[in-house]
Structures are given as structure tokens and as C-alpha cells.
């Protein structure tokens, strides 16, 4: 385990345990039973019972009525800083888009099972794409969700679309699984994920992932259909792709 790891590599062991149990939380829905995450950390009950007593005390975790466990408030202005930082980081290349494609930028990641706008550069039109910072939607509605998505397993992807369901958004939306997972598929195979009308009526959006080897995020356009045609797509890519690059360096050597 990350915990065992950290020991080994210098860390401090029971910080690393720690970690492991938020983690384990987070990539499990963010509600668990004792046992549950014992099983799934490896590690035994009483450390368990250690950890999530002082992570309760802490507000990191909190206990629901039915004894189960769950995230805890105090992670929310800690998970703020952070996405403020990334869009920070990110803001130049974000206006650099912007200038060359003329659409609305935004940086997005997960957050649990949900997408999350933490970046973001609008367009100079005056009809224009903007996304609340912050603001969490469905990923199976949005291409940066998509991509997000398909650099997960097949069966990861397939939890989180039960877990937070695949609501129709638009008549475009696709609500199937199975119909996902092809399009994710055809995401890794071409590095890029487009989405057209499935959240918004009359809105586009084109994305790439951030190749970064210590975050997971996607960078994307959106825009209205009128002013996406298939040279701007293409286009939108190799800009995206360009500015991924670039990103990943900045927040690789930052990390």
C-alpha cells in the first residue's frame, strides 16, 4: 500500500495510511463501512480505527447515523485551493487558446465521480460559453468528462456512471453504458473526445487529457454549433493538444 511505500521511501507511515484511507474513500463513492475500508487499504482494524477516529476529530471524515463513514467538510477548502491553484498555473495557456481559436477555455478534472471546472478563459464573443468555476456536472455529458473517463479501466468507468447515474441532459446525451464505453474507447484510441449538443442544445465542445505525470486533467473548448465546423475541430485539437503539453510542464515541475 501508498502508506507501506512512503515508509520505506523515508515517509511517515502513519501520514501515508492516512492518505490511503481518504483516497480509498474517495475512489469508492466517499461513504464506507470500517470493514469496507480495512478491505480495501489492507490494513487491519484497530489501525483502521485509529486513522478514522482522528480523521473524524479532524473533520476530514464524519460519521453517518448508520455508523458508516463518509468525506468530511474540511476537505472542501482544501480541494478550492488546490483547483484555484491548477487554474492559476494554467492561465496563460488558457488565454493563449482563447486568442487562437477565438472559444471559451476551460480546465476541468475529477472530483469523485463528478467533472469539475477548476480553470477558465471565455471567449471575446459576445454569445459565449461559460462554466460556473467550481461547478460540478455529469462527465458522461461533457467531452472533458469523456476523456477524463477514458484514461480510467473500463470497470472504474462503469462504477461511476452507476454511481452518479448518466442523466439525459439533451435528446443527444447518450444514457447507455455500453455506448460510453465505445465512445471511450475511440477517445484513447485518438487522444481527443468531441461533444455536440449533449449537455446544452447548440453547444459544442472539443477535449484533450493534460498529460501530466501527477494530475489528472482535461483541457477543452466549447462553443456554440454555428461557429464549430469540422476544420475548426480539427484545428481546436492541435491547439489543445499543444497547450496540454505545455500545462503539464508547468505543473510537473511545480509538484
Known amino acids: 500500500m501508498a502508506g507501506s511505500e512512503a515508509s520505506r521511501g523515508g515517509g511517515v507511515q502513519s501520514l501515508g495510511r492516512a492518505l490511503d484511507v481518504l483516497e480509498t474513500m474517495q475512489q469508492r463513492g466517499g ?24 480523521l473524524v476529530d479532524r473533520g476530514y471524515l464524519r460519521q453517518l447515523p448508520d455508523k458508516r463513514y463518509a468525506l468530511g467538510t474540511r476537505l ?39 467533472l469539475v471546472y477548476v480553470g477558465q478563459v471565455p471567449s471575446p464573443h459576445a454569445m459565449r460559453m461559460f462554466t460556473e468555476l467550481g461547478r460540478h456536472v455529469h462527465a458522461h455529458c461533457r467531452a472533458a468528462g469523456k476523456v477524463l473517463l477514458a484514461e480510467l479501466a473500463d470497470d472504474e468507468v462503469r462504477n461511476i456512471l452507476r454511481r452518479a447515474g448518466m442523466p439525459a441532459r439533451t435528446p443527444q446525451t447518450v444514457t447507455d453504458p455500453d455506448e460510453l464505453l ?33 494530475m489528472r486533467l482535461a483541457l477543452s473548448i466549447s462553443a456554440p454549433t454555428a461557429r464549430m465546423d469540422e476544420v475548426v475541430r480539427e484545428r481546436a485539437v492541435r491547439v489543445l493538444r499543444a497547450a496540454a503539453t505545455s500545462i503539464a510542464s508547468t505543473l510537473d515541475a511545480s509538484a
Open 31 to 54: 461513504e464506507l463501512a470500517l470493514i469496507e475500508i480495512s478491505g480495501a487499504t489492507g490494513l487491519p482494524m484497530p489501525t483502521i480505527h485509529r486513522l478514522v477516529r482522528t
Open 76 to 114: 472542501i477548502p482544501l480541494g478550492n485551493a488546490a483547483q484555484q491553484v491548477f487554474g492559476v498555473q494554467a492561465a496563460p495557456q488558457l488565454t493563449r487558446i482563447v486568442d487562437q481559436l477565438g472559444e471559451t477555455a476551460n480546465l476541468a478534472t475529477l472530483d469523485g465521480d463528478m
Open 182 to 214: 465505445r465512445q471511450v474507447q475511440r477517445i484513447r484510441e485518438t487522444g481527443y473526445a468531441f461533444e455536440q449538443g449533449e449537455m446544452e442544445i447548440g453547444v459544442e465542445c472539443v477535449a484533450v487529457p493534460i498529460p501530466s505525470a501527477t
